[in-house]
């Protein structure tokens, strides 16, 4: 049942970034809640299987950390590199002109 809750913190964190961090217009709105939810997943069943207690605080604070890292370096990078496809787009199809 704590797995249950914490991919739904996990998603919610990753929507929160979403709206934090400048950019958001250049992918989709479940991109950003999907990668925190994954990350969160596999580092809570990595630590439960290292032998960490789901009932301890760290165990939380870890994974639905990670998950936000993970979503927050996802933004930034998909974001920078499409503005750079943009523009090479761009360059491309105006014959350079623009």
Known sequence: ???LFVL??????????????PGRHSFGLLLLPAVSLVVTAIVW????????KFSGGWIWVV???????????????????????DERLLHQLSGGRA
Do not use: I, N
């Open 45 to 52: 069943v990595g630590l439960l299987w290292l032998g960490w």
């Open 8 to 21: 739904v913190m996990a998603a919610c964190v990753g929507a929160l970034v979403r709206y934090v961090l």
């Open 63 to 85: 994974a639905l950390g990670s998950g936000a890292v993970a979503a927050a370096v996802a933004q930034l990078l998909l974001w920078r590199g499409r503005a750079r496809g």
């Open 1 to 3: 049942m704590e797995l």
